[in-house]
């Protein structure tokens, strides 16, 4: 009776500190929002050249732009991406993540600069490239800081934030790209960055940043602004500490880092989920929606079927936001991943019947149905969700280079997808390119990761991708009271020593064994926990004031994603810019080849941005390294306004790139670094939003401005940035890398509200870096553990199938999937539909990936897509086959807007997300930019050889060849992809693999050990993780059958 009383009591008191703060994270929500506004940037530059393509073959610019330096054009800004990410990796612990947000706005209006003053194609490949290189260290950047701000529950609605400002960007440059002419267009996109530098600097650093700056006091500011005055500051602070502690114990070289488990885990996660966004067809979809609109034999306007798409994808994208933290990141990839197969497969198998001629005319619809389903899904799971992953999957140590990594090679995957998409459409037939993409999603998920509980903590995670950890042990053991999105500890000498102990309370009373139990996973039967009255009122009391406030997480992460957001207005910049450019609006010839390579430009820098970022990142800080890539921003915009050739728009392009993939390294790992576990998914889902914002942004402005006027707006949002990024700390985690502990409160305390709790998580962060100093490795070493491997395969992963679904292509050539569907609508509208739709759906991302999980959005979002491109494929084949298709005109249109809405959803940004939590904290810089590289690297090439791709194939193999991929990615989100929902990073590094229990002799034959051995790991090898569970089999078989039967009949 007397414990009866005592909980109800502790349960009152519970229901009235809730009921009064209110879980108060709207600072956090606000933060991401603005950080995030870096995607909106992004998704500007990925979506401008959707509207900007029809203007510049129109001779907007006062020189000629051929089709294939169209194709160049949109190539340019992944390519500049790609550099981005490395640069960004290496500088984002040592300038900061605010400070790099701020810096690359600099890029970013240099590149929108040279696209509006451009005078040949080089000027604005140049700008292309410029502002694919801010987009690109976004990408990296603005992810980690929504991941390193938000709390558990709302991380991974943060962390779809990203995806969605890409989305709305990409809306914004399909709806302004309407209404503007190209240099219009990009100076309203240019304008972006400067208010995005004027926001930023109304929030925080992060506070992992400030301690790993070794300033606890800020740390600790930062903290409370992001957790409100309720929020346990000094304990989330302390367990920063901790973690970053232990990190800088247990650190090795970044190579030696890059080899543990988490690390390459993590990587693989990253590069994995990265893979299949890019190479499900989604940059088919969105790039080239308006043609497949066209194709379609809609009676739709182009502008108007794009704009639908985007505003599809935004919604979706929102949507994304609202489930993630319900439904988990695993299930919504995994939904999200079937549905691009199918929808990929549907639109090969139509064109593959237009193309043999057989009548179509009663199935019309399938491609637009198909595209619709695609974007719908595809921003639900696969486009937001990698991104968030990305900014939880990696170790402390290596999770900016790992970021940078999953970027570069998302922002690779988009070049490839971009570039050569119409190359393989026209080549090989586009029923088959769509067929393969359904192919890809439906095979993305191998059996190797489990699906884990959503609001997991980071610890959480890294166990779990080697192992799983045990909660409960039959008989007696000494276990911490239940916590929520807390992890369980116990002691391990004491689970050896006192196995078979009875239950005694403190008072020395046996307890019963029915009081306090709970179900064991391991056996079926109730297991009871140890816990004396004290613990029990001490966890109770505990967790009536772990209810934070996370405004100043939320507005932090807003701010420092509007890297996102330049990046957005990067790599939409192409669309609404390559047509002013082939139209003539420069003084200087432009062709179709100059085009594309001004487009496939902007990622080689982003490629190049990525390993810079990881040589900086922990050296300059996050923040420093974000306001600093702003002057490449503005250089390359710069180049791009006042082109006097193709060159210099290419460079101005390169420039852009390289601040794009700079950001995509360390905008990830500044929002994993500074967000509660809850809400690390939403934050980390921030940086595409932006993108999604910024792509939006471009395309709105591209159809009301000239190409100068749109540069010059997107020029202006780095301006904007950079102003913003003062008024937000560095990462705490990057204070106590470098020693401030004092710092590192200060950020922290900005973050956490109330700041009782702040030194807690900032021992907690000192424990973790203590830890990984005392571990380090030489880097390669680090590199060859499992969690290090897990992380850069994941990481790699979800960069590929980002990429390779298509979703660049049908971002950078949107305008002309429109026009081929015959629509009505103008080719700037449709591309500001697409964009709306995007920012709308990642937004969507960002409400729900803290909720429902990064993996379920990932699953929806990449089966959508594979269906979309699927259907897509299969318009334009019916069409090739001179089937009639007036009745199926709207299948283009529909598949479209599903697959932005989907991709911006699920796979837009969560890879990025991913990319700031999977990597072990010494590779994490290194890892992070291998990623974004990879990220940035299959941007270029999508980007460059698109259209080199749809003519050797045509366009339905085209994307039938992106729902292979989409099949492929499904495969990897069920398999592979685990679910780092509400985890800790140290959590999501034993997720991965570290801290495997080990043997307690070195006798593996020592059966007795080996059963012991067994038992204790037992729960974390069962799962869906193929790797640990085969170590576990091997391991098991060694005992022999008496052993066996003894340890069966123990259970």
Not at 92 to 100: A, Q, T
Not at 512 to 529: A, D, H, I, M, R
Not at 965 to 976: A, D, E, H, R, Y
Request: proline share 4%; charged share 15%.
């Amino acid at each position: 009776m007397a414990l009866e009383k005592i909980a109800m009591t502790q349960r009152a008191m519970v229901e009235e500190q809730q009921e009064r703060i209110g879980n108060q994270k709207w600072t956090q929500y606000l933060a991401a929002f603005i950080a995030t506004i870096g995607g909106f940037i992004a998704g500007t530059a990925l979506g401008w050249t959707a509207p900007a393509g029809p203007m510049m073959e129109n001779n907007q610019y006062p020189f000629i732009i051929s089709s294939e330096s169209l194709a160049w054009i949109g190539a340019c800004m992944p390519l500049g991406a790609m550099l981005g990410c490395p640069v960004t990796a290496g500088l984002v612990d040592k300038l900061g993540r605010k400070n790099m947000m701020l810096m690359l706005c600099i890029p970013t209006l240099i590149g929108w600069a040279m696209i509006i003053w451009a005078e040949s194609v080089a000027w604005i490949c140049a700008g292309r490239l410029l502002t694919g290189f801010a987009s690109g260290s976004l990408s990296v950047i603005v992810p980690l800081y929504t991941s390193e701000i938000a709390e558990n529950e709302i991380r991974g609605t943060l962390g779809t934030y990203f995806q969605l400002q890409v989305t709305a960007g990409i809306l914004f440059t399909y709806i302004v790209g309407s209404y503007f002419n190209i240099f219009s267009l990009t100076l309203i996109c240019a304008i972006i960055p400067i208010v995005y530098v004027a926001l930023m600097i109304l929030i925080p650093e992060s506070p992992n940043f400030h301690l790993m700056k070794g300033n606890v006091e800020k740390a600790r500011l930062s903290l409370r602004y992001f957790r409100g005055p309720y929020g346990t500051v000094d304990q989330e602070l302390s367990i920063m500490q901790d973690s970053l502690a232990k990190t800088e114990r247990e650190r090795v070289p970044i190579m030696e880092a890059f080899q543990t488990t988490p690390a390459k885990r993590g990587l693989f996660i990253g590069l994995g989920v990265m893979l299949l966004q890019q190479f499900s067809g989604c940059n088919a979809v969105i790039f080239y929606a308006t043609y497949i609109f066209k194709e379609s034999g809609s009676a739709m306007e182009p502008n108007m079927s794009t704009i639908i798409v985007g505003v599809m994808s935004v919604i979706a994208t929102y949507i994304s936001t609202l489930i993630v933290d319900r439904l988990g990141r695993k299930i919504l990839l995994l939904g999200s991943i079937i549905v691009m197969g199918i929808c990929t497969l549907l639109i090969g198998g139509f064109f593959f019947l237009k193309a043999n001629e057989y009548n179509v005319s009663s199935i019309g619809f399938i491609p637009l149905v198909s595209m619709c389903a695609f974007i719908v899904l595809f921003s639900l799971g696969f486009g937001p969700i990698p991104w968030m992953l990305i900014g939880e999957i990696f170790p402390a140590q290596i999770k900016g280079t790992a970021c940078s990594i999953a970027c570069m090679a998302n922002w690779f995957f988009a070049f490839i997808v971009t570039k050569f998409f119409s190359s393989l459409a026209s080549r090989w037939m586009k029923f088959k390119k769509c067929s393969a993409g359904a192919t890809i999603s439906h095979h993305q998920h191998m059996p190797m990761f489990p699906s884990t509980p959503k609001e997991n903590t980071k610890l959480d995670l890294t166990k779990g991708l080697e192992t799983r950890s045990i909660s409960t042990f039959p008989n007696s053991l000494v276990v911490m009271p239940h916590i929520n999105s807390r992890v369980c500890e116990y002691d391990d000498n004491y689970v050896a020593t006192n196995f078979r102990r009875p239950i005694i309370d403190e008072d020395g009373v046996e307890v019963p064994k029915n009081l306090y139990g709970e179900k064991s996973p391991l056996v079926n039967k109730t297991v009871p926990k140890t816990i004396t009255t004290a613990q029990r009122i001490a966890a109770e009391s505990m967790e009536s004031q772990v209810q934070t406030q996370k405004g100043n997480q939320y507005l932090a992460a807003l701010i420092v994603t509007i890297g996102g957001f330049i990046m957005g207005t990067t790599l939409g910049w192409t669309a609404p810019a390559g047509p002013m450019m082939e139209n003539g609006q420069y003084k200087f010839q432009i062709t179709v080849e100059n085009v594309s390579w001004i487009a496939s430009v902007m990622p080689l820098g982003a490629m190049l941005g990525c390993p810079v970022m990881a040589g900086l990142v922990n050296k300059l800080g996050r923040k420093h390294l974000m306001i600093m890539l702003t002057i490449p921003t503005l250089a390359g915009w710069a180049m791009i306004i006042w082109a006097k050739s193709v060159v210099w728009i290419c460079a101005g392009r390169f420039l852009t790139g390289f601040s794009s993939g700079s950001y995509s390294v360390i905008i990830p790992l500044y929002t994993s670094e500074i967000a509660e576990k809850e809400i690390r998914g939403t934050l980390g889902t921030y940086f595409q939003l932006q993108v999604n914002a910024g792509i939006l942004f471009t395309y709105v402005m591209g159809s009301y401005l000239d190409v100068f006027g749109l540069s010059v707006a997107c020029a202006i949002i780095p301006v904007i940035y950079l102003y913003l990024m003062f008024l937000i700390p560095e990462s705490p985690i990057f204070y106590l890398m470098k020693g401030n502990v004092e710092k590192a409160r200060l950020s922290l305390k900005y973050f956490r509200k109330p700041v009782d709790c702040v030194d807690q998580e900032l021992n907690t962060m000192q424990s973790a870096l203590a830890k990984t100093e005392r571990e380090r490795v030489p880097i390669m070493e680090a590199f060859q553990t499992t969690p290090a491997k897990r992380g850069l395969f994941l990481g790699l992963g979800v960069m590929i199938f980002q990429q390779f679904s298509g979703c660049n292509a049908v971002i950078f050539y949107a305008t002309t999937i429109f026009n081929a569907t015959g629509s009505s609508i103008s080719s700037n509208t449709s591309t500001i539909i697409i964009g709306i739709m995007a920012v709308v759906s990642t937004y969507v991302s960002t409400l729900v990936v803290d909720k429902l999980g990064r993996k379920i959005l990932l699953l929806y979002s990449v089966i959508a897509m594979g269906i979309c491109t699927f259907l897509i494929g299969g318009f334009f084949y019916a069409k090739e086959s001179n089937f009639n298709i007036s009745s199926i005109g709207f299948i283009p249109l529909m598949s479209l807007c599903i697959f932005i809405i989907l991709f911006s959803i699920g796979f837009g940004p969560i890879p990025w997300m991913l990319m700031g939590e999977i990597f072990p904290a010494q590779i994490k810089g290194i890892a992070s930019s291998i990623v974004c590289m990879s990220n940035w690297l299959f941007v270029f090439l999508v980007t460059k050889f698109f259209t080199l791709l749809v003519s050797a194939i045509y366009l339905y193999n085209t994307f039938w060849l992106f729902t292979l991929f989409s099949v492929l990615g499904t495969f990897f989100v069920v398999f592979i992809v685990p679910e780092t929902k509400g985890k800790t990073m140290e959590e999501i590094q034993e997720l991965l693999g570290a801290d495997l229990i080990p043997l307690l002799t070195e006798n593996h034959n020592d059966c007795a050990n080996l059963n012991l051995y067994v038992y204790l790991n037992f729960k974390r090898v069962q799962s869906s993780d193929l790797l640990g569970f085969l170590n576990f089999s091997i391991r098991f078989q060694l005992c022999s059958s008496v052993e066996l039967e003894y340890l069966k009949s123990n259970k």
